[in-house]
């Protein structure tokens, strides 16, 4: 897993970071992202001498996702850069200030793999395209209009506009 070891780190000052999150990993369980790939991660970890922790880290990986048009299989790249603050906590202080998460008190270890996972499932769209023109399904028959064009009327007559429909015909 991604854990920093909060000893080592302040002793040494910075530690690089090289690790992936397999695809398959429970952290995404819950989410509706599935990785095609392992999630890459790698970057660097500071102590900053008032007790905090700066991570910045570049996340890479592909996502397995559907066309939300025609429901064909896309790969969706994930290159996100990542900035994670992590401060102790006081009382008189706002947790949720500026997106400032907490480091564990009295911990030996940071886990990255929770801000990771939030912030991967914040910043990634789940309407993917195959293509910016894809023709998408027909609503009636189901047909892939990519592939075939086929017969079924496109007039789309909603019931509930009947009445203000006939009122219309009755004027002209």
């Known amino acids: 897993m991604l854990t920093i070891p909060l000893v080592r780190l302040e002793r040494e000052g910075s530690l690089e970071i090289r690790a992936e999150i397999p695809s398959d990993d429970p952290s995404w369980e819950g989410t509706e992202l599935r990785f095609s790939t392992p999630l890459s991660v790698f970057g660097q970890v500071q102590w900053i001498p008032s007790g905090e922790v700066l991570a910045r880290l570049r996340l890479q990986g592909l996502l397995a996702q559907e066309c939300r048009r025609c429901l064909k299989?896309?790969?969706?790249?994930?290159?996100?850069?990542?900035?994670?603050?992590?401060?102790?906590?006081?009382?008189?202080?706002?947790?949720?200030?500026?997106?400032?998460?907490?480091?564990?008190?009295?911990?030996?270890?940071?886990?990255?793999?929770?801000?990771?996972?939030?912030?991967?499932?914040?910043s990634q769209?789940?309407?993917a395209l195959c293509k910016a023109d894809c023709a998408g399904l027909?609503?009636?028959?189901?047909?892939?209009l990519n592939e075939k064009s086929c017969e079924c009327s496109r007039e789309e007559t909603d019931p509930r506009w009947d009445a203000l429909r006939a009122l219309n015909e009755e004027r002209e």
């Not at 997106?99 to 886990?111: I, Q, Y």
């Not at 027909?138 to 892939?144: E, F």
């Open 138 to 144: 027909c609503p009636q028959c189901g047909i892939d």
């Open 73 to 122: 299989p896309v790969g969706v790249e994930v290159d996100e850069e990542l900035d994670l603050f992590f401060a102790p906590v006081d009382e008189s202080e706002d947790p949720d200030e500026e997106r400032v998460r907490p480091l564990p008190d009295g911990e030996v270890d940071l886990e990255l793999a929770d801000a990771i996972r939030e912030e991967i499932v914040l």
């Open 125 to 127: 769209s789940l309407l």
